[in-house]
């Protein structure tokens, strides 16, 4: 295994100021490695060419003493639905397979900025509809956990952020981005053995982010530590006058503590009842308890709460989710954008064909989907009404974080991330897009409701020797508080996210 991996970033960056390493080599490496591990479909795009230039610059800016930032010479990888310059950026799907942009997400122009190197285009669900990364024109993208490769047998890597975590668990980058609207950086971080943030919504740039669901799309940051997230989240986020979305408070960077700094003794944990639910498995429950007790023991207050609209949840999310999809996916027309069919009888025919063309069968459900719900005759019904539960939804939050009274406030929520380990393809696939989302993201999309950040991170092996995780949630723009509890927890399972790689080496 590349002794670097071992590092974390902060690590890396020192050895390439000390001369141990370089950015260079380090770049070629994780270059050659995505080749050696193609059998995961993580990268549909590696663009060696650009990541070796940045690289050299690196080398050349860390010879001069003048690294642009802890992020300088570091390798990243970019899920294929934010735009890169000169880089194909396709969604996925054949909509937009030949779409080239001709500039840069924010996400990607202030890593490039920050001097980080650019390996590629991960995979992910077409336009990041799916949970699984299975849904792509490029293939599936596989589990760096699973115990074979063979057929249907190996696991799935969660979606729709699936390339992204997969790459960062094999030890191909050192960070990913991947977008998150319901849980699709979080839940293939789970199933990957790392650690997932969703940011507060607002708080890093949808510029050049291809929208699903503009009210609850948000960068998301996949990562092997805890620390590492926070060097990434220091370097993307803040305000951007291209998204008019974004907090307009200038960004404060956040400084974790060191681990024998971090008094719990004040903290408040919430345990929600609603999230213990049909389908957690036990052993992912048991996960829940421990660390819960781990939590109590060290001196922090841990008590039961209740999120009463979390069982609507899931099915406001969907009708809201298929109504902006709706919306989004009318620009593909074959005229404006995208994919354009060869049928020119008129331009009815010409939509028609090339949108039959353009989107797989997902896409074209949900489309077909949030227009009828769109309709005049349904919008009270169904999309209004959604957004009147959704409001309730976020309230549920507001009153565990900031009620009238302080009785049963909480400063943090500790949830499952998933419902189980990573499931393997055959039993994955049995079940439709729509039923697996429903299960899927259970515990994940009511942040995306609400806004608030959430982290999920590993803690331990199942006894099948796959990574089980948990979700961590708190208030609004309270990333600091939220990532130093995660990195407590972290330090205490000591969870080695790298042993996927030795495991299955010989496998691969």
Known sequence: MRRHLQLSIKQLTESYINGQLSPLSVAEQALAESTNLKTLNA???????????QAKESVRRYAEQKPLSSLDGVTVAIKDNFCTKNIATTCASRMLKEFVPPYDATVCSRLKEAGAVLLGKTNMDQFAMGAGTVDSIYGPTKNIWSESFSEDNWRIAGGS???????????????????DTGGSTRNPASYCGVV????????????????????????????????????VLNTIAGPDIQDSTTIRRPYKKLLLPEIDQ??????????PKEYNCEGLSSEVLETWTKVADLLECAGASVRQVSLPHTAASIFVYSILNQCEVASNMARYDGIEYGHRAADERSTEQLYAQSRAEGFNQVVKTRILTGNFLLLRKNYDHYFEKALRVRRLIAEDFTKVFEPATTKHQVDILLTPTTLSEAPVYKDFAALSNRDQCAVQDFCTQPAN?????????????????????LQLMSNNLNEQLLLTVARWIEAQVEFDCLESLQRHAACV
């Open 161 to 179: 952020s699936g390339g992204s975590a997969s790459a960062v668990a094999a030890g191909l980058c050192y960070a990913a981005i991947g977008s």
């Open 262 to 271: 971090i008094d719990l003794r004040s903290l408040r944990i919430g345990i």
């Open 43 to 53: 990268f549909v795009c590696i663009a060696a060419e650009q990541a070796l230039q």
């Open 196 to 231: 997932g943030l969703k940011p507060t919504y607002g708080l890093c740039s949808r510029y050049g982010l291809i929208p699903l669901v503009n009210s609850m799309d948000v960068p998301g940051i996949l990562t092997r530590s805890v620390t590492d997230c926070v060097e």
């Open 449 to 469: 409701m609400a806004g608030i950040p959430a982290v999920s991170i590993p803690i331990r092996l199942s006894k099948a020797g796959l990574p089980l995780s």
